[in-house]
């Protein structure tokens, strides 16, 4: 099995060449909306795309149409990741990492049990529902509260990815926390036993 770095450093460059980044992102989206997982949702996390990431925009756009609130993540070291509500017209700062995060007051944040879902990025991703990011551990700290309970919970946890991201095996730790389910611009792919993916569910 490759390294990990070896996975990382391979996707992230593949997925800064993925020749059609904007149809992917529309078709994940289409992918997500038609699971029903965001219906009655009030709170739900996404990114700003970075270094190639799919983006999660078109998705972003839907919550908004629907009233969602949108969140993005803020980081406050040595606190746990947490989510700033942002709108079209929040301001952003970037942050120690050269990533960009809303620019709001820190009594406006939420931790990641306030929300209902959690659209995770990822570098790479197995079909384990294994993820690893960028090896900073953010993510899995703020959803420690899911590690060894019953999932689905809140929030769900939703990795998006192009399909050209998926490995055979993602080394894990005992601290990593798993996908209930990843979504590329190719399928839809669920790991947590109960979770339902078919329209309107």
Avoid: K
Wanted: charged content about 25%; glycine content about 8%; some cysteine.
């Amino acid at each position: 099995m490759d390294s990990l770095p070896r996975m990382r450093s391979q996707a992230r460059q593949a997925r800064r060449s993925f020749p059609d980044p904007t149809g992917a992102a529309e078709a994940v989206c289409r992918s997500v909306l038609s699971t029903g997982w965001l219906d009655g949702a009030r709170r739900v996390a996404a990114t700003l795309a970075d270094d190639g990431e799919l983006d999660p925009a078109p998705v972003v756009a839907a919550c908004r149409a629907r009233g969602i609130g949108v969140y993005f993540p803020v980081m406050r070291d040595p606190d746990p990741l947490r989510f700033a509500p942002a709108d079209a017209d929040t301001p952003l700062v970037a942050n120690r990492f050269g990533i960009l995060e809303p620019d709001v007051n820190p009594a406006t944040l939420v931790s990641a049990v306030d929300l209902d879902v959690a659209l995770a990025p990822l570098v790479v991703f197995d079909d384990m529902g294994h993820r690893a990011g960028r090896g900073r551990g953010y993510y899995d700290r703020a959803l420690a509260h899911l590690l060894g309970g019953p999932r689905p919970a809140q929030p769900l946890v939703v990795g998006l990815a192009y399909e050209l991201q998926r490995v055979d095996e993602v080394p894990t730790h005992p601290g990593d926390v798993p996908m209930d389910a990843v979504v590329t611009e190719q399928r839809v792919r669920v790991f947590t036993s109960g979770l339902d993916a078919s329209p309107g569910s």
